[in-house]
């Protein structure tokens, strides 16, 4: 597990991260309609050797996240530096090797027509000077931590199963030996069994290596297991953020109390586990003008559809953007 804050160094800071896309009618002349807004005026730090898991329904943002992090997309407005340097899309190559990133889908993320020799030296090739032999002593020893034989190295893609395959990931994105790691939902292609593996194999190379983690997920067990602070995500706004403790033991806001209640109990004898919550889901280009989730929410109060409520650290470390805690606001 990673250390406490106060001996770590924060290595990304993003500070009111907007990104928007236009909605566009017309095929000759498209006509802008609306816009969507991905992410919403977000904030956060991850400190060194942290998990900062980010989980909410799907279409909420996460994935936009991970891609601004990575510099694969520009931010209409704010800012996202990694250890003081400015992240953009495209960012400079010397920047781009400390932060790499492991995809959903093992399939689709590894060129079938490279053998994994091929992918691992790939990065090696771009961003190293290096001999052939050189290459092979970094990738033999990274082969192994990952928990695959030498043998793998001039086998392709398809003659490994999805786990193998995500390991194969792994190994190309710790090969340039970053400082973080942005992982969009590594385990959610894979079988149960094999994400328990996948997880304890990530948990120990951060130990190891001493790597940083931004973890998307939608699955709450995944993220409980993986995380030392957690990010709730809904239409683009940040509902909450708190270390892994204070959440799932005091979550704070409605919203995050949802996502527990949506998760089922492994037991035949508790019946009426379904927990759907009412209302209307807004539309992700007609957003409320107030707090996004009031149309769902069951603690929603008048303000709550007038004013977005701020964001207040409620204790410390634990923020929450909800009117309900905002005491004048709540009388």
Not at 68 to 86: A, C, H, P, R, W
Not at 281 to 308: A, H, Y
């Amino acid at each position: 597990m990673a250390e406490t804050n106060s001996r770590m160094e924060t290595i990304l800071k993003a500070e009111k991260l907007t990104k928007d896309y236009p909605v566009l009618k017309g095929l000759i002349i498209p006509k802008e309609i609306g816009r969507v807004k991905a992410v919403n005026d977000i904030s956060f730090e991850i400190q060194s050797g942290e998990t900062l898991g980010v989980i909410g329904e799907s279409g909420c943002g996460k994935t936009t996240l991970a891609r601004i992090v990575m510099g694969l997309e520009d931010v209409s407005s704010g800012s996202v530096s990694f250890m003081g340097k400015t992240i953009k899309k495209g960012m400079s190559k010397d920047l781009r090797r400390h932060i790499q990133m492991i995809f959903q889908d093992p399939y689709s993320s590894l060129d079938p027509r490279m053998s994994v020799r091929r992918i691992l030296e790939e990065p090696l090739r771009i961003h190293c000077k290096m001999t052939k032999d050189e290459r092979l002593d970094r990738v033999l020893p990274l082969l192994e931590q990952v928990g695959l034989p030498a043998e793998s190295l001039e086998r392709y893609p398809h003659e490994f199963s999805g786990g193998q395959r995500q390991r194969i990931g792994i190994a190309r994105a710790l090969i340039l030996e970053p400082e973080l790691i942005v992982c969009d939902e590594p385990v959610s292609a894979l079988d149960v069994s094999v994400q328990a593996q996948i997880l304890n194999l990530l948990r120990s190379l951060q130990k190891e290596k001493h790597l940083s983690y931004l973890f998307v997920s939608h699955d709450m067990s995944v993220i409980r297991h993986i995380s030392d602070r957690i990010l709730v995500m809904y239409l683009g706004q940040m509902m909450e953020l708190a270390d892994k403790r204070t959440l799932f033991e005091t979550p704070a806001h409605p919203y995050t109390k949802a996502l527990m209640k949506a998760v089922p109990v492994p037991d035949p004898e508790i019946k009426d586990q379904c927990h759907v919550l009412k209302g209307e889901i807004p539309s992700p280009v007609d957003v409320p003008s107030g707090c996004p989730f009031c149309t769902r929410c069951p603690k929603s109060m008048g303000i709550c559809s007038q004013s977005r409520p701020e964001v207040n650290e409620i204790e410390d470390g634990h923020f929450v953007a909800c009117h309900l805690y905002n005491k004048e606001e709540a009388k």
